[in-house]
């Protein structure tokens, strides 16, 4: 079973790799805050029309949950506005990675005391090693990425406290991302699977409504006339897969190990997409550090997935 629901976390990865490609392409023809919005508003959509159709929880239990239990989709909100403001000063490797870290050390502490409705899963030497594989891994994507991508050199012309504040803030985007998996399962485990997904999706479309008019001035770009293609439109279907995926998985697998096979599908996905320029990104040519980044997280997971199975 652990297995299984493995393979279907890092499956949750895999959707949110290409959900950041999609909106990206979108955010060119608008800007970055509306196609985030958009991708919410549809996901959102789509998510209540599935709880329509094979939704067997109950909405109306919404009223016995606690406010921490609502704001799931808060958490990824945010995430996606340090994302888009890490970006341009830390370069991408580095800003994914960072934010990673902040995932995986927020999944282990947020295990370790079982917190956010989790099951309290104890530290052993095996989820240790793991952990530092995943880490190390994370580093070497970072170090291929810096070889292929040359950001040491912009870097280097940004001041240092700017640099300082947005590493900070990715890690912290990193801990609430972590935070949103278990936040989405435990509200699930009130009003069900897809109702909690179609709810965090609101939320995140709320929290985007008031960053799109500050960022337009007060205005939303039309979408008329800019070239969007209608498979600019459907990120939101891949964050709804990619949600419920992580909900579905997170009470089996805890925080940490959830968090690290999603890290696999998203790292495999993002090299991927990257090799051969998919989804209209660049094309990054793939280098032994990425490769062998990869191989270690894998190693790492195996590890995580071993103490959780002993």
Same mark, same amino acid.
């Given at each position: 079973m652990t297995?299984?629901?493995?393979?279907?976390?890092?499956?949750?990865?895999l959707c949110f790799a290409i959900q950041g490609p999609v909106n990206t392409a979108l955010g060119k023809r608008t800007d970055v805050f509306q196609a985030t919005m958009i991708?919410?508003?549809?996901?959102?959509?789509?998510?209540?029309?599935?709880?329509?159709?094979?939704?067997?929880?109950d909405? @109306?239990?919404?009223?016995?949950? $606690?406010?921490?239990?609502? *704001?799931?989709?808060?958490?990824?909100?945010?995430?996606? #506005? !340090? *994302?888009? /403001?890490?970006?341009? !000063?830390?370069? /991408?490797?580095?800003?994914? #990675?960072?934010?990673?870290?902040?995932?995986?050390?927020?999944g282990v502490f947020i295990d370790a005391f079982g917190l956010l409705g989790t099951v309290k899963v104890e530290i052993s030497i095996w989820r240790i090693i793991g952990i530092i594989l995943v880490a190390a891994g994370i580093f070497l994507i970072y170090f291929g990425s810096s070889?292929?991508?040359?950001?040491? $050199?912009s870097k280097s012309k940004r001041s240092q406290f700017i640099v300082f504040l947005m590493l900070i803030l990715s890690f912290v985007a990193g801990i609430l991302g972590a935070m949103q998996s278990p936040t989405? /399962?435990?509200? /699930? @485990?009130?009003?069900?699977?897809?109702?909690?997904?179609?709810?965090?999706?609101?939320?995140?479309?709320?929290?985007?409504?008031?960053?799109?008019?500050?960022?337009?001035?007060?205005k939303l770009k039309k979408l008329t006339n800019v070239g969007i293609k209608p498979?600019?439109?459907?990120g939101g279907l891949y964050g709804v897969g990619g949600i419920f995926l992580s909900l579905f998985t997170v009470m089996k697998l805890g925080t940490a190990l959830q968090?690290?096979?999603?890290? !696999?599908?998203?790292? #495999?996905?993002?090299?991927?997409i990257d090799s051969f320029?998919?989804?209209?990104?660049?094309?990054?040519? *793939?280098?032994?550090?990425?490769?062998?980044g990869l191989l270690v997280i894998l190693s790492g997971v195996v590890f995580v997935t071993l103490a959780a199975m002993l």
């Open positions: 297995i299984f629901m493995s393979i279907l976390a890092i499956l949750s990865g991708s919410f508003c549809g996901g959102a959509l789509t998510s209540l029309l599935l709880v329509f159709i094979i939704g067997k929880g909405i @109306s239990c919404l009223r016995m949950a $606690k406010f921490w239990q609502l *704001i799931g989709g808060f958490y990824g909100a945010v995430n996606v #506005s !340090v *994302i888009i /403001a890490a970006i341009p !000063v830390l370069g /991408a490797a580095l800003a994914l #990675s960072i934010i990673m870290l902040g995932q995986l050390f927020a070889k292929n991508q040359s950001e040491e $050199k989405n /399962a435990s509200l /699930a @485990s009130l009003v069900g699977n897809w109702e909690s997904t179609f709810i965090s999706f609101v939320v995140g479309f709320i929290v985007m409504i008031p960053l799109c008019l500050i960022a337009g001035k007060g498979w600019m439109l459907i968090v690290a096979c999603g890290m !696999v599908g998203q790292l #495999s996905g993002g090299i991927l320029g998919l989804i209209q990104t660049p094309k990054v040519k *793939i280098n032994i550090l990425r490769f062998l």
